[in-house]
């Protein structure tokens, strides 16, 4: 990147940052017919990522500051650091009553999963984050045959942050 200066000159700072990321996910899901209206569903995703970053800054003036000369403050390369890996399992399940031909009722579990750290400060300071479940219930209405499904959906999110 090139020098970002600042309050006029009296400050002027290369800062670089850089990321690599290598995901993999699979999801499978059953649905099973308890009877001919009732339907369970039960699914998951299994997630694995890999996180390396690159976080570079050198101060080349400041005057405020006395530096007067390039002051390299941080030079992370990549591999500089520990890579941050989260695996996660993620379940949900879905129980579905046909109520009659165009109008389904449902109930909704599931957990999500969103890792963290994207940069050098953030793998090194951020916490872990827990996963995230979610419950619900809702309608689907089909009000053409074919054409359009108006879904309801209600829920309740409960995120945990660590730390």
Not at 59 to 87: E, R, T
Not at 93 to 120: E, I, P, Q
Not at 126 to 141: D, H, L, S, V, W
Request: hydrophobic letters at 35%; one cysteine or more.
């Amino acid at each position: 990147m090139a020098p970002q200066v600042f309050f006029g000159g009296g400050a002027d700072f290369q800062s670089d940052y850089g990321s690599h990321t290598r995901a993999f996910a699979l999801y499978t899901q059953l649905d099973y017919k308890l009877t001919d209206a009732l339907k369970l569903s039960v699914g998951g995703r299994y997630t694995h990522e890999t996180k390396d970053v690159l976080r570079f800054l050198r101060v080349n003036f400041d005057a405020a500051n006395g530096i007067f000369s390039p002051l390299v403050v941080a030079n992370i390369p990549y591999g500089g650091v520990p890579d941050a890996k989260y695996n996660n399992f993620s379940p949900a399940a879905t129980l579905s009553y046909a109520a009659c031909g165009d109008v389904n009722v449902y109930a909704r579990f599931a957990r999500g999963f969103k890792s963290g750290a994207s940069t050098a400060k953030t793998m090194i300071l951020e916490p872990r984050r827990p996963p995230a479940q979610r419950g619900g219930t809702g309608t689907a209405i089909r009000t053409t045959p074919r054409r359009s499904i108006v879904t309801n959906w209600g829920s309740r999110l409960n995120w945990r942050m660590a730390g």
